[in-house]
């Protein structure tokens, strides 16, 4: 991996994604984005793992796809590209995804940490839909994710202006979940993916599917969709630990069976 440092923590059941090209404050271009495809689809299919962090470092998450690469492309050439169905491939990670945000998380930075589960933001994260200053709009689901998490006036406003907004204003509007100072938000993260990593994986994709579904369907079709995975947890071993250790008064053992 030339862009990218993952590292898996087999003991805890978490795996850690770290954009890392710095110097360009982690700009997404076509070879880091397919390394992150790949690591992701990768630590999906390890059993020892059950929750991906994916972070940049403190000064940037990531300024945005690389509009170095992209300023001189042609209609057909971002076609031929076809980038997004490498976004799409990310999108289909079934383990629990947390973002681990500090600094800029701009356009396809944004975009990114939006297309993970949770977002852990250091209180100097800067987040911003800011392509309409370069001549375009957000191509990776920045018109759709942030209007369903922060509401059409203010996602208007900020792919309108391309105006930032603060770890602050974030958690006021919903888009993320915690908001730390800038040296414990990684701490903070694995906190979080522990506290999953302790729970059943099978369960927790079934729950993770659930819930995204509600931002595809409508209510009914959702809740028949909820119930079918409710029956379906029932086909686990870790439900019968989950509920025996509760009646046994003991903690359980998962291994996501
Ligand atoms: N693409 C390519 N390179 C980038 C980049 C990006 N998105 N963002 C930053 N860089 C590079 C800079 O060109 C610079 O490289 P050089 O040293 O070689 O010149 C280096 O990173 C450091 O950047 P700055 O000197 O600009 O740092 P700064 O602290 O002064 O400013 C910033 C930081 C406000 C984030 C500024 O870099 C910036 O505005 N970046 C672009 C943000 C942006 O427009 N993102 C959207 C991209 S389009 C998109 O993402 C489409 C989509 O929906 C998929």
Not at 100 to 120: H, K, N, Q, R, Y
Not at 198 to 213: C, D, F, G, T, Y
Request: with cysteine.
């Amino acid at each position: 991996m030339q862009y990218i440092k993952v590292t898996p923590d087999y003991a805890q059941h978490v795996a850690l994604i770290e954009l890392n090209r710095p110097k360009a404050l982690n700009a997404l271009n076509l070879e880091l984005m397919g390394e992150v495809r790949d690591a992701l689809k990768a630590l999906d299919e390890e059993e020892a793992v059950r929750v991906i962090i994916l972070t940049g470092n403190a000064k940037a998450f990531a300024a945005g796809a690389d509009i170095k690469q992209m300023a001189d492309k042609t209609p057909i050439d971002m076609l031929k590209i076809d980038q997004f169905s490498t976004w799409d491939q990310i999108k289909k990670t079934k383990k629990p995804l947390i973002a681990a945000v500090s600094g800029f998380a701009l356009g396809g930075g944004c975009e990114l940490a939006m297309t993970c589960d949770m977002i852990v933001a250091s209180e100097t994260a800067k987040f911003g839909q800011p392509e309409i200053k370069i001549g375009v709009m957000p191509g990776a689901g920045g018109t759709q994710r942030l209007t369903k998490a922060v509401g059409k006036a203010k996602a208007m406003e900020m792919v309108l202006t391309g105006s930032f907004i603060s770890a602050d204003e974030a958690k006021h509007y919903g888009l993320v979940n915690k908001v730390v100072p800038v040296e414990m938000f990684m701490h903070e993260a694995l906190v979080l993916a522990k506290s999953i990593a302790s729970m059943s994986p099978i369960a927790a994709q079934l729950a993770k599917e659930a819930v995204n579904r509600s931002f595809e369907t409508h209510l009914e079709e959702g809740l028949f969709f909820e119930r079918k995975n409710f029956y379906m947890a029932f086909a686990s071993e870790d439900q019968k630990e989950g509920m025996h250790a509760f009646i046994e008064k003991r903690a359980p053992d998962y291994k996501g069976k």
